[in-house]
Every structure is written in C-alpha cells, then in structure tokens.
C-alpha cells in the first residue's frame, strides 16, 4: 500500500484507530522515517512499521490507546536482538509516535 | 479543536489534488503533555491547527524553507524546537512532514526501453509523462502507467511540458541527434531539472560533448548530464536497461554509492577474516 492509498484510508476511516508513524529512526530499520500504520481494536488495518522488526511492540503500545492511554512516542531497539535467532534481528533505533487517527469516532473515553 | 490525523489527512489529499505544496508539523515529545499530538499545517498562505504555542507555531514556520530543499517534493524528519510564550518556556520535539505533487520522469522517445521505463518510474512514484515525435510510439495505450503522452515536434520538445527543477528527464530517444536537441533544451533552462540522463555508449557520448562544447556549453554544464545514463549493471535488454536507470534515480535521490552492498559491508571479511562471497572486481580476483 502505498502513502497516498494509506492517506486516503486513514481519511474516510468509519471506525477508531490508532495511528503509528515512524518520526525517527537511526540504523538499519526496514522501515524509514514517514512510514505509517494504522491499527485497529482488532489489529492491522492498513500499512506497516517494519514487519517482524519491533512492529508487535508497536501494535501492543496502539491497542493501548483504545484503553485510554494517550499520544506518546515509543523507541523501538532492535539494536540488542543481534544474537537472537528472531526475525527481529535489524539492529536499528526507531521512535515510532502513536496517536488516535480520529478521536471523534472513540466515543467517551 | 486539535485537528486529528484524518482531518490532515484528506486535507493532504485536497493539497495534492490542487498540485499544492503542504506541510504538517505534530509535537511528537515535550515536557508538557498538553503539547503533545497538537497539530499545525501550512499550504500556501493558509494555515490551521496551533503546536499548542504560537511561538512554537513561528519557529516550526520559520524554519520550513532551510530543512525542505525546494527541489524536493517529499520530506518526513523531526526536530527540537524551543518556544516561550509569556511565562511558559520548554521545548518539543516536533515531526514535521512535507507533501507535494509528485516529482514527473519524462521519457522523451518511446521506444524499446521507454515501456519498461514507464512502468518502474510509476511504481517508484513518480509521475509519468513519454514524448516523442512518431504518433505511432506516443500512443497512450502503450503506456498504461503514464499521466501523459504527447507527441511533439523535437525542434521544440518540452513545448507543452513545462520542467520543475525536481523532475527527471531520461532521453532514449531513436537518433542522437534529437537527444542533443533535448539536451541543448534542458541545458538552456534557467532551472533545469535536477536529473537529466541521456543513453548512449561512450563513443556517442563523447560525440555529443564535442558538440556541446563547440556549442559553447562550458564542462561544468556538461557535467550536469547524466550520460551514459544509468548504474553498471551489465544488462542488455530494454527491461534491463530500464532497471539500471530506475536504479540511478534510485540512488540520485537516497544517496547511495551504487556498489553491491556484499563489497561495502565485507561482513565475512571484516568478522571472519574471509573474504566475502559475491563477485570480485577483477583487480582483487586472486588466481589460483
């Protein structure tokens, strides 16, 4: 999906979501700076931070905000995964900020 | 009200559509949490939302034009910045992105390689526009990925396309002699684009920069011509020609060496005192 697609989606979203943007990242992350995510109360709806490298860390941080939680940066290490046999082996920093794309649609919270 | 990112969203969207310049800044860290995911966007003279300070909003304004090149249509980074409105002083971090309309590869000659060039500019995002002067070749049915097909006079090729210093031109044109009429063109131009590449084997080349020269071009003007286009791949046919171009505009805009990445990282070598598999350069093969 490319940013123009995943602008317009995030544009007519119908249901809460949480957005995931990489604002900075250092070394080598799959993903650079301006790659975008947009999770649900179910999981991924559209575009990806990185796949394996550090993007469940992502996810579990969005789905917090549907729990109330607000907009925050969270930095994403693959730096210390180098000897680990995961697929998280990239060895890069990213901050990835999450917010909700459109709080009208969280209802009371 | 804080607009949210979906309302930025489309208003990106309306910004491209127009073929508008936008940019939207969101406070991404701060020591004050009600700074924090406040938004400010700019296009044009018209701007809206607030960083939750006007003085942050002024910094961030003030500062557009020094970290976006005005060559570049696409830009995502974050910065610190300081802001002090009356009593209340601190500093945020603030991400900040540029939007505009898309950077164009305008093909001009619609050959061979024109076909498979179209199509990697279009899945590298750019905007694909093919010339050339034979009805038969700029036929828009055999460019399904271009935003346009012009058939043009090669006495005056860019006429009808008017060239942005952030746009490519890639001449693969049938006869040399109508690739130095675009090049003379382009060189011509108060601001060219940015990326001019021409086809050709050395000889031919060398050839055309005899003429620019006794056309009174100076080297350094020559040197701003990417000819022969493309990176060493050592590829022959038109698909594979196409991919070294798309791999050079690749590179012009990442920053890149060319060089495969096996020869710059040498990650046996360098770890393992081995040298790394991959291809040698002939100058360090080793017989046995």
Redesign the interface.
């Known amino acids: 999906m490319?940013?123009?697609e995943l602008?317009?989606r995030?544009?007519a979203?119908e249901e809460p979501a949480v957005?995931a943007?990489i604002?900075?990242a250092k070394g080598s992350t799959p993903r650079k700076?301006?790659a975008r995510m947009l999770v649900g109360t179910g999981g991924v709806i559209a575009g990806t931070v990185g796949g394996g490298c550090g993007e469940g860390e992502v996810i579990e941080a969005a789905l917090e905000l549907f729990r109330g939680g607000?907009?925050?940066?969270v930095r994403v290490d693959l730096t210390d995964e180098l000897t680990s046999w995961s697929p998280a082996v990239c060895g890069g920093i990213m901050?990835v900020?999450i917010?909700?794309?459109?709080?009208?649609h969280f209802g009371g919270s | 009200m804080n607009p949210s990112p979906a309302r930025i969203a489309a208003r990106v969207l309306e910004a491209l559509r127009k073929g508008e310049r936008i940019y939207t800044a969101v406070v991404t860290d701060s020591a004050d949490p009600g700074l924090i995911g406040r938004r400010w966007w700019s296009s044009g003279r018209r701007h809206g939302g607030t960083l939750g300070s006007p003085s942050l909003d002024a910094a961030v304004a003030a500062a557009l034009p020094a970290l976006f090149p005005p060559g570049e249509s696409r830009g995502a980074l974050s910065r610190d910045f300081e802001y002090r409105d009356g009593g209340r002083a601190g500093n945020a971090r603030v991400y900040i992105e540029l939007h505009g309309p898309p950077a164009r590869m305008v093909i001009v000659g619609a050959g061979h390689i024109a076909i498979p060039l179209a199509r990697l500019g279009d899945m590298l995002g750019l905007r694909v526009e093919v010339l050339d002067d034979r009805p038969d070749f700029a036929a828009p049915e055999r460019f399904p990925e271009a935003t346009a097909v012009r058939v043009i006079d090669f006495r005056d090729p860019f006429a009808d396309t008017p060239l942005a210093p952030h746009d490519h031109v890639v001449l693969v044109t049938r006869g040399h002699s109508f690739d130095y009429e675009c090049l003379v063109r382009l060189l011509r131009m108060a601001r060219p684009p940015h990326y001019v590449g021409m086809i050709g084997s050395r000889r031919r080349v060398r050839a055309t920069h005899e003429q620019l020269l006794r056309d009174g071009f100076t080297t350094e003007e020559m040197g701003r011509v990417r000819a022969p286009v493309g990176l060493d791949l050592g590829g022959q046919t038109p698909v594979e020609i196409a991919v070294s171009v798309a791999a050079e505009i690749v590179m012009f805009h990442a920053g890149g060496s060319g060089v495969p990445l096996v020869e710059k990282e040498r990650v046996v070598e360098r770890f393992f005192g081995h040298r790394s598999p991959g291809t040698p350069s002939p100058s360090t093969r080793t017989t046995e």
């Open positions: 490319d940013e123009k602008m317009a995030l544009a979203l957005l943007t604002v900075a700076t301006g607000g907009p925050r940066t901050d900020f917010e909700r794309a459109n709080p009208d």
